[in-house]
């Protein structure tokens, strides 16, 4: 059963490049990884997602170790408005619908 | 603009009440989705449709009741609830649903805040 496991809160300031790791051992040789920011009161939305290697798009990069075990989110140059829960999805193997959220990790930027 | 909106935002209701929360996407997905976000805990999916049919439904107790007229349409109905139902309620939804589902990102919608008195 694939689960992740990710740091339940981080600090940072603004400007600095933040990295968040998420640990799947378990993960399924054709699954991904995705990543998906909350904002209070509202739905999570979707950030990145990856199966190997490196990937970027315009917020943020997500790199994927070659033994696919972790991944880690990368934001740039992080505002105050980045303050969010993140959150770190694979499938977890056992269900055909169903997806596993975590606590995620709450990322707090200061001025 | 999220492509899935849900309404009413906020929702107040007495546990005697009946109350309908809507879904509605405008991203063409064949799949549609409730999850519940209690405070302090993590994301629960309550149901999943698939082209109008439900395919999953996750011990969710029967005072809610799914309909899904369309696929760009969902709904939950609620009747007799308690106050420990209080949370937010999400619709997502994804282009396909089942074991290709995966590596279809959810889209959601930015929930009803439900409050039961």
């Known amino acids: 059963l694939a689960k992740t496991t990710q740091p339940i809160s981080m600090d940072s300031y603004e400007g600095q490049e933040v990295n968040i790791t998420c640990s799947h051992n378990n993960i399924a040789t054709n699954d991904y990884i995705t990543w998906y920011q909350q904002f209070p009161s509202q739905g999570p939305r979707f950030i990145i997602q990856g199966y190997k290697t490196k990937v970027t798009n315009e917020v943020a990069s997500l790199f994927i170790p070659a033994d696919r075990k972790s991944s880690t989110l990368s934001l740039p140059r992080v505002s105050l408005s980045d303050t969010a829960v993140y959150y770190c999805l694979v499938p977890p193997g056992d269900s055909n619908y169903q997806l596993i959220w975590g606590a995620g990790t709450k990322l707090i930027i200061k001025p | 603009e999220t492509g899935v909106t849900q309404t009413p935002r906020h929702l107040v209701m007495g546990m005697t009440n009946k109350k309908s929360l809507k879904c509605e996407q405008h991203?063409?997905?064949?799949?549609m989705y409730w999850y519940k976000q209690s405070a302090k805990k993590p994301l629960e999916l309550m149901f999943v449709?698939?082209?109008?049919?439900?395919?999953e439904n996750n011990s969710v107790p029967s005072r809610f009741s799914p309909e899904c007229p369309n696929s760009s349409h969902l709904f939950l109905h609620l009747h007799t609830l308690q106050p420990e139902d209080s949370a937010l309620y999400l619709c997502?939804?994804?282009?396909?649903?089942?074991?290709?589902?995966?590596?279809?990102?959810?889209?959601f919608g930015n929930g009803t805040r439900l409050t039961v008195t």
């Open positions: 449709y698939s082209l109008e049919e439900r395919v």
């Open positions: 997502a939804s994804s282009q396909d649903v089942g074991q290709t589902s995966y590596n279809s990102p959810l889209h």
């Open positions: 991203l063409g997905h064949n799949a």
